[in-house]
Nanobody, 120 residues
């Protein structure tokens, strides 16, 4: 069983930055492929980014690759998402998940989500 707990979401002004964190349980975090998704109000789940086990490879949705940075600290069992130049359309609940790929079907464990609200 894997438990994922996101934090760091808050209200921020457009143009600002936030860093989301995802704390994972277990002693094998370094073996997990991990990703971030988001869900905006009234919309479906959207893949944001993914990272390989030792952070050698990172992947981003096209609309976010120049503003968001995914990273991980395997010693701390923590996944991060640094978000810069935030826009109102980035308002969403952000979820971390264990798995791979850009489809939600590739992920088997999910956190409860953290709310990011960007005011314009």
């Amino acid at each position: 069983q894997v438990q994922l707990v996101e934090s760091g979401g808050e209200l921020v002004q457009a143009g600002g930055s936030l860093r989301l964190s995802c704390a994972a349980s277990g002693r094998t975090f370094s073996s997990y492929l991990m990703g971030w998704f988001r869900q905006a109000p009234g919309k479906g789940l959207e893949w944001v980014s993914a990272i390989s086990r030792y952070a050698g490879r990172t992947f981003y949705a096209e609309s976010m690759k120049d503003r968001f940075t995914i990273s991980r600290d395997n010693a701390k069992n923590t996944l991060y998402l640094q978000m810069n130049s935030l826009k109102s359309e980035d308002t969403a609940v952000y979820y971390c998940a264990k798995g791979y790929g850009s489809s939600s079907t590739g992920y088997d464990y999910w956190g409860q989500g953290t709310q990011v609200t960007v005011s314009s």
